[in-house]
C-alpha cells in the first residue's frame, strides 16, 4: 500500500473530532469500550450494595438497614449484575474482539452496534435514575407475579424493573445478531469453519442462544407490564390467568441466560490456556462440539429452577436428568484445558492465573450445581444461602474470573501498554482468596437453613460467625477489585509499550498494530491454519479493498471464499437519535399505553433517516427529476 | 503495514463485485436473524397460549363468545393471495428490471393499506375485551403481536416505494427489496398458526 493510500485510507475510517463525532462514531472499538467502562462503573455500584449488604448480615440484629432497604438492596444489585453487567459485558467483548479475530475493517452493521450501546445506556439510566431519586425495585432479580402483579405492587417500582429488562434485551437481541452476521459471513479468505478460533466458535454459540432465548424475558415482562398498565389477566388466577406461566417464561430465557453468560467465558479461557500453553488448544473438535451441546441443552433445563413449585414428579425427573447431562460437556472442557496446559509449556502470567482461579472456583460452583440439580434436595436447599453460595461461585467464578483474565489478555492489544504483572497478581490473589473466603462459608450456611433475602437474623441462630467470615472475605475481594481497577487506569499512562504481540499469540488480532487503528487492518490476513500466527512468521495477506470507501470483505458462510466487497456504512447520528426515540416511548409506555402508538412515529422517522441511502434523484419513472 | 509482521501478498481483491443477492449478501443475514428472533417470539406466544388453554377447563370460558370468522376470513384470504404478487415482485428484482420493481413495490403497499383495514374490522369482531379474562389476554396478544408485524412491514414497503420512485436504484437497493419481500413471507407464514389458535381451536375443543 502505497503512503498515498494509506492517508487515503485512514482518512476514510477517521471519525469526525468533537461531539458530533463522540456521538456518531460506528467504530466498534471505541463502541465495545464505552460498554466496557460503563460496565466497570456498574461493577463499582453494585460491589458497594453487595457490600452494604454483607455489613448489614455480619452481626445478628443489625439495624443499619430495615427490610425495605434491604430488598431494594438485592433486587438492584442482582438485576444489575445478571442484566447491566454480566450479558452486555460478554457482548461488548464480542464486539471489540470478534473484527479484530477476523482480520476485519469493523461489523457487519456498524451502526446497530451503536444504537445498541445508546439503548443498553438508557437501561442503565432505566435502573439507576429513579434510584437515585428513591424509586427502586424491591421484588428480586426476577419479580414474580402475583406480587410484582397490579394488586400487591402498586407504583412503579415494578414497572421500571420490566422496561429496564426491555431496554437491554433489545440490546443484546442487536449486538448478537450483529455478531452472528459478522461471523458467519466476514470471515477472512481461508478461515473454513473448520479453521476457525475457538472463541469465535464460542461468541457464535453464545449470540445464537440470546437470539432464542431473550425474546421469551421479553415477551414475559411486557406481558406483566400489560397486566399492571391495561388490565390484561395472564398472570391473575381469578381471571384464568396462571402465575407459573411467568417462572415458566422468565426460566425459560433465565437458564440459557446463564449460559449466554458462560459460554463467552469459555472462549476468553480457551484463547488464554492456548496462548499461554504455546501449543493448540488439546481436543479442538470435541470442545467446539462440547459448547453447541451446551448451547441445545441449556434450553431443557429451566424447570430446574421451579422443583419448589410443585410440578408433576415425571416433570421433576426429566429436569433432573438434563441438568445433570449437561456437566458432561462442561466437565469435558475442564480436563482439554488441564491436557493443553499439562502438555504445553505453560507460562504462568496473569491471564493464566486467572483461569486457574477459574478452573478452581468453577468446579466447585458446578459440583454444587450438580447436587441442586437433584429434586429432592433441591427441595432442601432452594431459597438457602447454599444457591446463594452456588449461584456466586457458577456467575463469579465462572464468568468473572475468565473476564478479568481476558481484560488482563487484552488489554496491551486495546491500549499498546502492559498492565503491572505484580500488581496483577496482587489483585488475582485478593479477588480470588477474598471471594473463595467470601462465600464458601454460605455452603455451609445454607445447610444450617440460613434462608437468602432476609434483611438479618436472631443471635440464637449460630449464624454470626460465618457471616463475619463472610463479610469480610467480601470487603477483600472488592479491595482486590480496586487494585484490578487502580492498574489498569495507571497503565495507561505507566505501563510498558505492549508492541503488536507480547504474547506470542496465535490468533489475527496480534497482527494489528496496538492499539489498533480506526480500520483495525490495511489489508486482508489469510488464514491457511488454525493458529495462523504460528504458521508463518509474515503474514499472508490479499490486497485491493478500497481505499478511498469503507468496505468489508464479505465471504462464503462455509469455506470463507471471497464474494463480494460490501459498503460499510459511516458514522452517523441516526442510531443516537433512534435510541433516544425508543427510551422515550418505553419510559412513557410504563405510564400510559398510548405512548406505543405515539411513541412509534418518530422511532419510525428515526429510523427511515438511518437507513435512508444517498444516491442521486431518479432520471427514470414518473416521479423523476426532468 | 499490519503490525509489526512483514506482509506477504498472496492474492487481489480488486475484481470482485461490489454487491450481490440473495444469501450471498451480508444485509440478507441480518433480516434472517430479525426473522429468527420474532419467529421466537411469536412461538413463545404461541406457547403462553397453549399453556393457558391446557390449564383452563374451557377455551373460552363459559360466558365468552367466539370471535368472528367473516372480517378475519376475508383477512387471510387476502393475506395468503397477496403472496402472489410478491412473488412476482422478487423475480423482477432477480431480474433486475427497475421499473416493474417500482410496480411491484406500489402494488404491495397498496395491497398492505387494504389489509390493515380489513384488520380494523377484524379486531372489532373478537367479541371479547383484553381485560375480561386471560382468554381475552391472550387472543389480544396474539392480535397485537401480528399487527404489529403488518403495520412495520407496511411503513417500510411504503418508505422504501417512495425511494424507489424518486432515486436511481441500485443493486444494493434491490437486495433491500428482497429482504423486505422476504419478510412479507415471514408476515404471511406467522398468521398461520395464530389464525388457527384464534379462530379455529376454539371451535374444535
Same mark, same amino acid.
Given at each position: 500500500?502505497?503512503?498515498?493510500?494509506?492517508?487515503?485510507?485512514?482518512?476514510?475510517?477517521?471519525?469526525?473530532?468533537?461531539?458530533?463525532?463522540?456521538?456518531?462514531?460506528?467504530?466498534?472499538?471505541? %463502541?465495545?469500550?464505552?460498554?466496557?467502562?460503563?460496565?466497570?462503573?456498574?461493577?463499582?455500584?453494585?460491589?458497594?450494595?453487595?457490600?452494604?449488604?454483607?455489613?448489614?448480615?455480619?452481626?445478628?440484629?443489625?439495624?443499619?438497614?430495615?427490610?425495605?432497604?434491604?430488598?431494594?438492596?438485592?433486587?438492584?444489585?442482582?438485576?444489575?449484575?445478571?442484566?447491566?453487567?454480566?450479558?452486555?459485558?460478554?457482548?461488548?467483548?464480542?464486539?471489540?474482539?470478534?473484527?479484530?479475530?477476523?482480520?476485519?475493517?469493523?461489523?457487519?452493521?456498524?451502526?446497530?452496534?451503536?444504537?445498541?450501546?445508546?439503548?443498553?445506556? $438508557?437501561?442503565?439510566?432505566?435502573?439507576?435514575?429513579?434510584?437515585?431519586?428513591?424509586?427502586?425495585?424491591?421484588?428480586?432479580?426476577?419479580?414474580?407475579?402475583?406480587?410484582?402483579?397490579?394488586?400487591?405492587?402498586?407504583?412503579?417500582?415494578?414497572?421500571?424493573?420490566?422496561?429496564?429488562?426491555?431496554?437491554?434485551?433489545?440490546?443484546?437481541?442487536?449486538?448478537?445478531?450483529?455478531?452472528?452476521?459478522?461471523?458467519?459471513?466476514?470471515?477472512?479468505?481461508?478461515?473454513?469453519?473448520?479453521?476457525?478460533?475457538?472463541?469465535?466458535?464460542?461468541?457464535?454459540?453464545?449470540?445464537?442462544?440470546? %437470539?432464542?432465548?431473550?425474546?421469551?424475558?421479553?415477551?414475559?415482562?411486557?406481558?406483566?407490564?400489560?397486566?399492571?398498565?391495561?388490565?390484561?389477566? =395472564?398472570?391473575?388466577?381469578?381471571?384464568?390467568?396462571?402465575?407459573?406461566?411467568?417462572?415458566?417464561?422468565?426460566? =425459560?430465557?433465565?437458564?440459557?441466560?446463564?449460559?449466554?453468560?458462560?459460554?463467552?467465558?469459555?472462549?476468553?479461557?480457551?484463547?488464554?490456556?492456548?496462548?499461554?500453553?504455546?501449543?493448540?488448544?488439546?481436543?479442538?473438535?470435541?470442545?467446539?462440539?462440547?459448547?453447541?451441546?451446551?448451547?441445545?441443552?441449556?434450553?431443557?433445563?429451566?424447570?430446574?429452577?421451579?422443583?419448589?413449585?410443585?410440578?408433576?414428579?415425571?416433570?421433576?425427573?426429566?429436569?433432573?436428568?438434563?441438568?445433570?447431562?449437561?456437566?458432561?460437556?462442561?466437565?469435558?472442557?475442564?480436563?482439554?484445558?488441564?491436557?493443553?496446559?499439562?502438555?504445553?509449556?505453560?507460562?504462568?502470567?496473569?491471564?493464566?492465573?486467572?483461569?486457574?482461579?477459574?478452573?478452581?472456583?468453577?468446579?466447585?460452583?458446578?459440583?454444587?450445581?450438580?447436587?441442586?440439580?437433584?429434586?429432592?434436595?433441591?427441595?432442601?436447599?432452594?431459597?438457602?444461602?447454599?444457591?446463594?453460595?452456588?449461584?456466586?461461585?457458577?456467575?463469579?467464578?465462572?464468568?468473572?474470573?475468565?473476564?478479568?483474565?481476558?481484560?488482563?489478555?487484552?488489554?496491551?492489544?486495546?491500549?499498546?501498554?502492559?498492565?503491572?504483572?505484580?500488581?496483577?497478581?496482587?489483585?488475582?490473589?485478593?479477588?480470588? $482468596?477474598?471471594?473463595?473466603?467470601?462465600?464458601?462459608?454460605?455452603?455451609?450456611?445454607?445447610?444450617?437453613?440460613?434462608?437468602?433475602?432476609?434483611?438479618?437474623?436472631?443471635?440464637?441462630?449460630?449464624?454470626?460467625?460465618?457471616?463475619?467470615?463472610?463479610?469480610?472475605?467480601?470487603?477483600?475481594?472488592?479491595?482486590?477489585?480496586?487494585?484490578?481497577?487502580?492498574?489498569?487506569?495507571?497503565?495507561?499512562?505507566?505501563?510498558?509499550?505492549?508492541?503488536?504481540?507480547?504474547?506470542?499469540?496465535?490468533?489475527?488480532?496480534?497482527?494489528?498494530?496496538?492499539?489498533?487503528?480506526?480500520?483495525?487492518?490495511?489489508?486482508?490476513?489469510?488464514?491457511?491454519?488454525?493458529?495462523?500466527?504460528?504458521?508463518?512468521?509474515?503474514?499472508?495477506?490479499?490486497?485491493?479493498?478500497?481505499?478511498?470507501?469503507?468496505?468489508?470483505?464479505?465471504?462464503?458462510?462455509?469455506?470463507?471464499?471471497?464474494?463480494?466487497?460490501?459498503?460499510?456504512?459511516?458514522?452517523?447520528?441516526?442510531?443516537?437519535?433512534?435510541?433516544?426515540?425508543?427510551?422515550?416511548?418505553?419510559?412513557?409506555?410504563?405510564?400510559?399505553?398510548?405512548?406505543?402508538?405515539?411513541?412509534?412515529?418518530?422511532?419510525?422517522?428515526?429510523?427511515?433517516?438511518?437507513?435512508?441511502?444517498?444516491?442521486?434523484?431518479?432520471?427514470?419513472?414518473?416521479?423523476?427529476?426532468? | 503495514?499490519?503490525?509489526?509482521?512483514?506482509?506477504?501478498?498472496?492474492?487481489?481483491?480488486?475484481?470482485?463485485?461490489?454487491?450481490?443477492?440473495?444469501?450471498?449478501?451480508?444485509?440478507?443475514?441480518?433480516?434472517?436473524?430479525?426473522?429468527?428472533?420474532?419467529?421466537?417470539?411469536?412461538?413463545?406466544?404461541?406457547?403462553?397460549?397453549?399453556?393457558?388453554?391446557?390449564?383452563?377447563?374451557?377455551?373460552?370460558?363459559?360466558?365468552?363468545?367466539?370471535?368472528?370468522?367473516?372480517?378475519?376470513?376475508?383477512?387471510?384470504?387476502?393475506?395468503?393471495?397477496?403472496?402472489?404478487?410478491?412473488?412476482?415482485?422478487?423475480?423482477?428484482?432477480?431480474?433486475?428490471?427497475?421499473?416493474?420493481?417500482?410496480?411491484?413495490?406500489?402494488?404491495?403497499?397498496?395491497?398492505?393499506?387494504?389489509?390493515?383495514?380489513?384488520?380494523?374490522?377484524?379486531?372489532?369482531?373478537?367479541?371479547?375485551?383484553?381485560?375480561?379474562?386471560?382468554?381475552?389476554?391472550?387472543?389480544?396478544?396474539?392480535?397485537?403481536?401480528?399487527?404489529?408485524?403488518?403495520?412495520?412491514?407496511?411503513?417500510?414497503?411504503?418508505?422504501?416505494?417512495?425511494?424507489?420512485?424518486?432515486?436511481?436504484?441500485?443493486?444494493?437497493?434491490?437486495?433491500?427489496?428482497?429482504?423486505?419481500?422476504?419478510?412479507?413471507?415471514?408476515?404471511?407464514?406467522?398468521?398461520?398458526?395464530?389464525?388457527?389458535?384464534?379462530?379455529?381451536?376454539?371451535?374444535?375443543?
Amino acid at each position: 500500500m502505497s503512503p498515498d493510500e494509506r492517508e487515503r485510507l485512514h482518512a476514510v475510517w477517521a471519525d469526525r473530532p468533537g461531539l458530533l463525532g463522540f456521538l456518531g462514531t460506528v467504530d466498534h472499538k471505541r %463502541i465495545a469500550a464505552r460498554y466496557i467502562v460503563t460496565v466497570v462503573g456498574l461493577l463499582f455500584l453494585s460491589g458497594m450494595l453487595a457490600i452494604d449488604m454483607r455489613l448489614q448480615l455480619s452481626q445478628p440484629d443489625m439495624r443499619r438497614m430495615g427490610p425495605q432497604q434491604y430488598n431494594e438492596a438485592f433486587a438492584l444489585h442482582g438485576s444489575t449484575m445478571l442484566f447491566l453487567i454480566s450479558v452486555p459485558v460478554m457482548e461488548a467483548m464480542a464486539l471489540w474482539l470478534v473484527p479484530l479475530m477476523l482480520g476485519a475493517r469493523n461489523m457487519a452493521f456498524p451502526r446497530l452496534a451503536a444504537f445498541s450501546y445508546w439503548l443498553y445506556l $438508557g437501561g442503565v439510566l432505566m435502573l439507576w435514575l429513579p434510584h437515585a431519586l428513591g424509586i427502586t425495585p424491591d421484588l428480586g432479580w426476577f419479580e414474580y407475579p402475583p406480587l410484582s402483579g397490579p394488586a400487591y405492587s402498586p407504583g412503579h417500582r415494578a414497572d421500571i424493573w420490566a422496561q429496564m429488562i426491555t431496554f437491554t434485551e433489545v440490546a443484546a437481541l442487536a449486538a448478537s445478531v450483529n455478531v452472528v452476521a459478522t461471523i458467519l459471513k466476514m470471515r477472512p479468505p481461508g478461515m473454513t469453519l473448520a479453521r476457525m478460533p475457538f472463541f469465535l466458535w464460542a461468541m457464535l454459540v453464545a449470540s445464537l442462544m440470546t %437470539i432464542f432465548a431473550l425474546p421469551a424475558i421479553m415477551l414475559a415482562t411486557s406481558m406483566l407490564i400489560a397486566d399492571r398498565l391495561v388490565s390484561t389477566q =395472564f398472570f391473575a388466577p381469578a381471571a384464568g390467568g396462571d402465575v407459573l406461566l411467568f417462572q415458566h417464561m422468565f426460566w =425459560f430465557f433465565g437458564h440459557p441466560e446463564v449460559y449466554i453468560i458462560f459460554v463467552p467465558a469459555v472462549g476468553f479461557v480457551s484463547s488464554i490456556v492456548e496462548t499461554f500453553s504455546r501449543r493448540t488448544l488439546f481436543g479442538h473438535v470435541p470442545m467446539v462440539l462440547s459448547i453447541l451441546a451446551i448451547g441445545v441443552l441449556a434450553f431443557g433445563l429451566w424447570v430446574h429452577h421451579m422443583f419448589a413449585v410443585g410440578l408433576p414428579r415425571l416433570g421433576n425427573d426429566f429436569y433432573t436428568a438434563a441438568s445433570m447431562a449437561i456437566a458432561l460437556p462442561a466437565g469435558l472442557q475442564m480436563f482439554c484445558w488441564i491436557a493443553t496446559m499439562w502438555s504445553g509449556r505453560p507460562r504462568f502470567a496473569t491471564p493464566l492465573l486467572w483461569v486457574i482461579g477459574f478452573i478452581a472456583t468453577f468446579v466447585i460452583g458446578g459440583l454444587s450445581g450438580v447436587m441442586t440439580a437433584s429434586a429432592p434436595l433441591d427441595l432442601q436447599l432452594t431459597d438457602t444461602y447454599f444457591v446463594v453460595a452456588h449461584l456466586h461461585y457458577v456467575l463469579i467464578g465462572g464468568a468473572l474470573f475468565p473476564l478479568f483474565g481476558a481484560f488482563c489478555y487484552w488489554y496491551p492489544k486495546a491500549t499498546g501498554r502492559m498492565m503491572s504483572e505484580r500488581w496483577g497478581v496482587v489483585a488475582f490473589i485478593l479477588i480470588v $482468596g477474598g471471594f473463595n473466603l467470601g462465600f464458601f462459608p454460605m455452603h455451609v450456611l445454607g445447610l444450617e437453613g440460613m434462608p437468602r433475602r432476609i434483611y438479618t437474623y436472631g443471635p440464637d441462630m449460630g449464624w454470626g460467625t460465618l457471616n463475619l467470615v463472610a463479610t469480610i472475605g467480601s470487603a477483600i475481594a472488592m479491595l482486590g477489585g480496586i487494585v484490578l481497577t487502580g492498574n489498569a487506569l495507571i497503565s495507561l499512562w505507566r505501563g510498558k509499550p505492549a508492541g503488536a504481540d507480547p504474547w506470542g499469540a496465535p490468533t489475527l488480532e496480534w497482527a494489528a498494530r496496538s492499539p489498533p487503528p480506526q480500520h483495525n487492518f490495511e489489508e486482508v490476513p489469510v488464514v491457511t491454519s488454525i493458529a495462523p500466527l504460528w504458521r508463518h512468521g509474515d503474514l499472508p495477506v490479499m490486497t485491493g479493498l478500497a481505499t478511498d470507501r469503507r468496505e468489508v470483505l464479505v465471504t462464503s458462510v462455509i469455506d470463507a471464499v471471497p464474494q463480494y466487497r460490501h459498503h460499510s456504512v459511516g458514522p452517523s447520528l441516526w442510531p443516537f437519535v433512534a435510541a433516544l426515540a425508543t427510551s422515550g416511548m418505553f419510559v412513557a409506555s410504563i405510564f400510559t399505553p398510548w405512548a406505543v402508538v405515539w411513541g412509534a412515529i418518530p422511532i419510525g422517522v428515526a429510523l427511515v433517516l438511518w437507513f435512508w441511502p444517498r444516491r442521486p434523484r431518479s432520471a427514470t419513472g414518473p416521479l423523476a427529476r426532468r | 503495514m499490519n503490525g509489526e509482521r512483514a506482509l506477504r501478498r498472496v492474492g487481489d481483491l480488486a475484481g470482485l463485485p461490489t454487491s450481490a443477492q440473495g444469501p450471498r449478501n451480508l444485509v440478507w443475514w441480518g433480516n434472517i436473524s430479525f426473522m429468527a428472533i420474532e419467529g421466537t417470539g411469536f412461538a413463545l406466544a404461541i406457547g403462553a397460549c397453549l399453556y393457558l388453554l391446557g390449564q383452563s377447563p374451557h377455551w373460552p370460558p363459559p360466558g365468552d363468545s367466539l370471535p368472528g370468522l367473516g372480517w378475519s376470513g376475508a383477512f387471510t384470504l387476502a393475506l395468503v393471495l397477496s403472496e402472489l404478487p410478491n412473488l412476482w415482485l422478487i423475480r423482477q428484482v432477480r431480474a433486475k428490471s427497475i421499473a416493474r420493481v417500482r410496480l411491484g413495490m406500489l402494488v404491495m403497499t397498496l395491497i398492505g393499506i387494504a389489509l390493515i383495514g380489513l384488520r380494523w374490522f377484524e379486531l372489532q369482531h373478537l367479541n371479547v375485551g383484553w381485560d375480561h379474562d386471560a382468554y381475552g389476554s391472550t387472543v389480544w396478544m396474539l392480535m397485537v403481536l401480528h399487527t404489529s408485524h403488518v403495520v412495520t412491514e407496511l411503513v417500510e414497503t411504503a418508505v422504501l416505494t417512495v425511494w424507489l420512485y424518486t432515486h436511481e436504484v441500485g443493486d444494493d437497493q434491490l437486495g433491500d427489496v428482497e429482504d423486505d419481500a422476504d419478510y412479507w413471507t415471514f408476515v404471511i407464514l406467522a398468521w398461520v398458526p395464530i389464525y388457527l389458535l384464534v379462530y379455529w381451536v376454539p371451535r374444535w375443543l
